[in-house]
């Protein structure tokens, strides 16, 4: 009997939708080139060994395969880690005033199914794990545990429940909707002022299950408030809601333009900021003595230019002018971070951007001050780390979870090769395109040695 070869099926694309064929307990993958840890020199020639979901070892050459195992012949194409991204919003695409139309019309079930698309197109994109920061309705946190059942397909989740922000802050819902309708929308718990119902607001979400708490200290670019991206928080709330979910075990990210809003979040001992735009010397200096991550959401420009392209009315005046000056800015606080020592975690923001096109995050990380191994290196080794991971993603060792992509062309050399990925293995399984093409061209190679 001889192990079987799956790689040609799977070079001109990944069909994720279409239910895979039964997959051996054991697979073998022949790796070119071997990106086991960013930042770590690149392996040669090397075969992965995988079983239930699992790496069970890494070797240097092609090892033979044994009788009935899968083998996936990667040797042309350049191995690394599952990528993860930070930073997202899986319910929607939408944004400006559709985004806000489909906070009143879809169902949470339809949230539920727009999340599932969004994920898989994530998937696709390469990125086996994602943390999902902000959903009003649970889709999210339903979609999680059924992508962890096995029930169907999907990036892990870290989700953050409902995010967090004072009265009229970024993360009130009720901002933008007429008197009469404001307390409908402001009934979701998630606002909170004081030290005590911010507490209370944490508590909220943990009991949802939530696995990070999300909260916003300053306005935000597409909030529906003319209030500035300056501190909208107190420093005992920050305080009250960072200490009540460290004491559950669960980290915190801070969303935050202003560099008040920053700094009162790096005092208050926040896990990671997003955004983070307007910096001074003084928040510069306290974040490099910290622990605390950046997750810059750099790709959030590409959506709003996209979106105004197709519609110069997709935003609401007040909205577009923040949207504007936004785009103008971009990159200059990575550009002032990196050199400080700053911890940096890849984050896109998508949903803002496009969903599937989380990859172009590191395009715009190189433009603006990172190497391409570093922001290899934040979209695996840091991310993980950040997400409290490492000990199951991340890096490609025994005993962590068989996450596993492949790319034509060195990304180290050229991180745009990471915007088309050839094969995606997460949790130790894949899919298989079966188009007629691909099939003879796999029977015309045979087995793989």
Known sequence: MKPTTLFPFLLLGIAFATPAPAQTARTIIHAGHLIAEPGKPVRGASTI???????VS????????????????LKDKYVLPGLIDSHVHLTSDAGGLAGQLEEITLSPAAQA?????????????????VRNLGDGDGATLALRDAIAAGKVRGPRIVDAGNSISGSAGHMDGSLGYRDELRPFFAGAGNTCNGADDCRRAVRLQVGRGADVIKFASTGGV???????????MFDDEAKAIVDTAHMFGKKVAVHAHGADGISLAIDAGADSIEHGTILDEATIAAWAKSKTYYVPTLSTVNGYKERIAANANAYAPDVLAKIQWRIAIT?????????????IAFGTDAGVS?????????????????TPVA?????????????????????????KSADIIAVTGDPIADVTVLKKVDFVM????????????????????????
């Open 49 to 55: 060994i995988v079983e239930n979901g699992r790496i």
């Open 58 to 73: 890494v070797a240097d050459g092609h090892q033979p395969a044994d009788l009935g195992a899968a083998v996936i012949d």
């Open 113 to 129: 199914f727009n999340a599932e698309v969004n994920g898989m197109k994530t998937l696709r994109a390469g990125f086996t794990t």
């Open 222 to 232: 597409n909030s529906r408030i003319g209030a500035g991206l300056g501190k909208q």
């Open 331 to 343: 990159g200059q606080s990575l550009e002032q971070l990196v050199p400080r020592g700053v911890r």
């Open 354 to 370: 496009k969903h599937g096109r989380n990859a172009d995050e590191f395009e715009l990380m190189v433009q603006h001050g990172m």
């Open 375 to 399: 922001a290899l290196k934040a979209a695996t080794v840091n991310a993980a780390d950040l997400l409290g991971l490492s000990n199951d993603i991340g890096t490609i060792a025994p005993g």
């Open 426 to 449: 997460a949790r130790g399984k894949w899919s298989i395109d079966h188009s007629r093409s691909l099939c003879r061209e796999a029977m015309g190679r045979g087995p793989s040695a």
